[in-house]
């Protein structure tokens, strides 16, 4: 009955995950409601009819969960070197990251520092998607282990927000070692029994998900995040059939047992504290 | 049956040469000593003159030769009393992973590697080399086994990546190899880890957190496939020669940027060439290494394993 299928035409929605919307009003990506775009920004970027979790990036999230006024960012020039000479069609590796930081105002894909959620004195790395994808390279590592002996040193537990594509692999192997090294430096705060929360949110993916943001003391997740190993479209290309719907979302992680709970953004902030508190 | 990589030109229709020359010495009595020494010399000159000038692309193909000695041929040309053990106790027993208990010379060691098969067969039992979780649960479970008896571990890394299905998200793939990533660099024993093929991203690291890191000349170690870099940047996996040549995956360039601690030379034209020699070559490398490691006390190997993890890494510190 080939003839009675209507074609698909119009236009497609701009994937708002990724990209801040302009003017008045927005299409929900997921239930495709018009929100006005203000009670959105109102809502912390969640659907106000669906309730779909929108990305945040480093500022907002830290804005969302530091008491005013209280963060205090460390090593915030530490930025990417060009270890391998890469290239990728002429443009060299290290143009585009000076290009992609005058864009976001970020020297890479993390930001760490010191600040207050409810008045508890907390450790907190944000990672930002919109630089490279939150892609690892040796700033973030090198980042993350920072705020990990700084934890230890003052002696305050250390929350991180991930949120990447994986490892950058424009630096290689590199980028690959930034998994041992974030693990590594974990046994340290482990042995000093300070507390550490991993909080994940969509997209976290490939090498991030495979080392640091997996191994939290309690580990927590967003609504409707992409949370995976391999990215859904490997997977598919493996096995050569469709994912199966939610896949790889933090409510299938939470079935399968591997995220302690999920969280909705409006709460994240009171229940870490409710967290911190305890273990503190 | 011989394989022949593109870029090895009449190497191949050389060896077929010498062997139909001998064949023939040993049905009559004419003898072909002399052109079989040269034909034997003028192939060597000609493999030399390849393998010391081979691109990345070519250094992928060699570490992926069918005929590439396996984990299990290592375990059968370096190790005595090889003991296998399965299983994670929890979910299963995953066939890419092989690990055991056996001895180096005098020394009694853990083992514990990527097996690939040699036919499909074969290889559809060990899964193409590729682990799921349980596969890296195993792995963690026998080398804290080691800790408890206090004997050294050597791990062999040979796989394409972790495996990418549906079960292997389920059963949590990154959380397995996290967990490995930690575990093993606090494990109180000593640690060797060998590159014998590919070493492909974080399945391959899982298996590569240690006190040495080691890769044979012609494997290759890298965060990403060069296919799948290509078809990530370029969306043509045709273009993996690129790829290859700008991730600087071969072991000459890891080692010039740190990130592992030595090359093992492979016989000439590769290891597939000669795996006795070069069984024996990884053996003699291996006894040299652990004897060095077991001169060092406990907390001293932990302090410089930690060291060496937290000293990689580039980046402009202002």
Redesign the interface.
């Known amino acids: 009955m080939a003839w009675f299928n209507k074609p698909k035409y119009g236009l497609k929605a701009p994937d708002h995950r990724t990209e801040k919307p302009k003017g008045l009003w927005t299409r929900c990506f997921n239930c495709k409601e018009i929100i006005y775009n203000r009670e959105w920004e109102e809502n912390l970027r969640v659907c106000p009819r669906c309730g779909y979790h929108y990305r945040l990036n480093s500022k907002e999230r830290i804005q969302l969960l530091i008491d005013q006024g209280s963060f205090q960012e460390h090593d915030k020039n530490l930025s990417s070197v060009d270890p391998l000479g890469f290239e990728n069609l002429g443009q060299k590796y290290q143009d585009k990251l000076i290009q992609t930081q005058k864009k976001t105002g970020l020297k890479d894909a993390i930001v760490t520092g010191t600040g207050l959620i409810h008045g508890i004195k907390t450790e907190l790395c944000v990672m930002d998607f919109s630089f490279f994808g939150g892609s690892m390279g040796s700033v973030i590592g090198e980042k993350i282990v920072r705020a990990i002996q700084n934890s230890i040193k003052q002696r305050i537990p250390l929350i991180i927000v991930s949120c990447s594509g994986g490892a950058r692999m424009q630096e290689g192997v590199y980028s690959l070692m930034q998994m041992a090294k974030t693990c590594s430096a974990l046994t340290k705060l482990a042995d000093e029994k300070i507390l550490y929360i991993s909080v994940l949110t969509d997209p976290t993916t490939g090498g991030v998900t495979a080392s640091f943001a997996s191994i939290g003391d309690i580990t927590i997740a967003e609504p409707n995040a992409l949370i995976g190993f391999a990215g859904p479209r490997v997977i598919e290309q493996t096995i050569k059939q469709k994912l199966p719907n939610g896949f790889q979302s933090s409510e299938f992680l939470l079935e399968h047992g591997f995220i302690d709970f999920i969280v909705g953004r409006k709460e994240l902030k009171n229940q870490l504290a409710q967290l911190l508190h305890f273990f503190s | 049956m011989a394989v022949e990589l593109g870029f090895e030109g009449s190497v191949i229709e050389m060896d077929n040469q010498i062997k139909e020359l001998a064949a023939l010495e040993a049905e009559g009595d004419v003898s072909f000593q002399l052109e079989i020494q040269n034909l034997t010399e003028k192939r060597d000159n000609l493999l030399k003159e390849i393998y010391n000038n081979l691109t990345p692309w070519q250094i992928v193909q060699v570490a992926r030769h069918p005929k590439r000695p396996l984990f299990s041929d290592y375990i059968d040309g370096i190790f005595k009393g090889f003991i296998e053990l399965h299983g994670d106790r929890n979910f299963g027993d995953d066939q890419s992973i092989i690990a055991g208990i056996c001895t180096l010379e005098e020394e009694k060691v853990f083992i514990i590697g990527h097996q690939r098969g040699r036919d499909m067969k074969d290889n559809v039992k060990r899964n193409f080399g590729m682990p799921k979780p349980e596969g890296y649960r195993k792995a963690l479970r026998v080398m804290k086994l080691a800790e408890k008896f206090n004997k050294p571990i050597i791990t062999f890394i040979d796989t394409k990546g972790?495996?990418?299905?549906?079960e292997?998200?389920?059963?949590?793939?990154?959380?397995a190899?996290?967990?490995n990533?930690?575990e093993m660099?606090?494990l109180k024993v000593p640690i060797i880890c060998v590159v014998i093929g590919e070493g492909g991203?974080?399945g391959a690291?899982?298996l590569?957190?240690g006190d040495r890191l080691l890769m044979l000349s012609y494997s290759m170690?890298?965060?990403?496939s060069p296919e799948?870099?290509a078809t990530?940047?370029?969306k043509d996996a045709g273009r993996a020669p690129e790829a290859a040549n700008?991730?600087?995956?071969t072991a000459q360039d890891?080692l010039s940027?740190g990130?592992i601690d030595e090359s093992i030379e492979e016989p000439l034209g590769g290891a597939h060439r000669n795996p006795e020699l070069m069984t024996q070559t990884v053996k003699e490398i291996l006894i040299t290494q652990l004897k060095g490691l077991k001169r060092l006390s406990i907390k001293r190997l932990l302090d410089k394993?930690?060291e060496k993890?937290?000293g990689?890494?580039?980046?402009?510190?202002?």
Do not use: D, H, N
């Open positions: 972790a495996y990418p299905g549906i292997a998200e389920q059963r949590g793939q990154s959380e190899i996290a967990r990533l930690f660099s606090k991203s974080g690291l899982a590569g957190v170690f890298s965060v990403i799948g870099c990530i940047l370029w700008a991730l600087r995956i890891l940027f990130l394993r930690y993890f937290m990689m890494g580039q980046m402009f510190k202002e």
